[in-house]
């Protein structure tokens, strides 16, 4: 079956950029989305389709993907980005794939 | 204003039967597929399925086959994931999400926790 691997976790100072990877067979060849969940919280759609913004989230969020890592990037890192961030793939064996989760940390 | 509002926290017996639902309003209901999300206590997001309640297509993930239930009613607007009869293990939260057109979910449910013990 098809794997999506994060790091478990990374820290940030704030104001330096954070990116973080998600790495699987031919990540570059599907559509990625990345969600970032806070404590507590319900997930929220940061990027969809490897590099699109939905409204309202701010620039400071970017995505990429090729060949075998897809990467969320954030620019300028703010203590509010504190969360745990997921990417997610479509594969045609299982339809949906999530990554492990990185759980982020500013300080 | 598009929502999606779940059933309350639900706490059961091993062997015990559930339905939890998922409330769609703000958009119509009937064109978008719902997602169902299962995250343990400190652990990942795992996708479970997706119904299309216009015609009520499901895929299931193949981790969750044959272990739930998703259906959908497109009149009341909502979504449902039930167990015929609940292990411990599948204490967990669980979330509904909508499916945009692009296939990510842009909308997300606030969870309904179920916590199954004896």
């Known amino acids: 079956s098809y794997e999506l691997t994060q790091p478990p976790s990374m820290s940030v100072s704030p104001g330096q950029t954070a990116s973080i990877t998600c790495s699987g067979h031919?990540?570059?060849?599907?559509?990625t989305c990345w969600y970032q969940q806070k404590a507590g919280q319900s997930p929220v759609l940061l990027i969809y389709?490897?590099?699109k913004r939905p409204s309202g989230i701010p620039e400071r969020f970017s995505g990429s993907n090729s060949g075998n890592s897809a990467t969320l990037t954030i620019t300028g890192t703010q203590p509010m980005d504190e969360a745990d961030y997921y990417c997610?793939?479509?594969?045609?064996?299982?339809?949906?794939?999530f990554g492990g989760g990185t759980k982020l940390t500013v300080l | 204003e598009v929502q999606l509002v779940q059933s309350g926290a639900e706490v059961k017996k091993p062997g015990e039967s559930l339905k939890i639902s998922c409330k769609g309003s703000?958009?119509?209901?009937?064109?978008?597929?719902i997602a169902w999300v299962r995250q343990m206590p400190g652990k990942g997001l795992e996708w479970m399925g997706i119904?299309?309640?216009?015609?009520?297509?499901?895929r299931y993930s193949p981790s969750f086959q044959g272990q739930v239930t998703i259906s959908a009613d497109k009149y009341r607007s909502t979504a449902y994931l039930q167990w015929r009869s609940l292990k411990a293990s599948d204490t967990a939260k669980y979330f509904c999400?909508?499916?945009?057109?692009?296939?990510?979910?842009?909308?997300w449910g606030q969870g309904t926790l179920v916590i199954v013990a004896s």
């Open positions: 997610q793939a479509w594969d045609s064996s299982t339809d949906v794939v």
């Open positions: 031919k990540v570059g060849d599907k559509y």
């Open positions: 389709q490897d590099t």
């Open positions: 703000g958009y119509s209901f009937m064109t978008h597929w």
């Open positions: 119904i299309h309640p216009g015609d009520s297509d499901i």
């Open positions: 999400a909508r499916q945009t057109t692009s296939s990510s979910w842009d909308f």
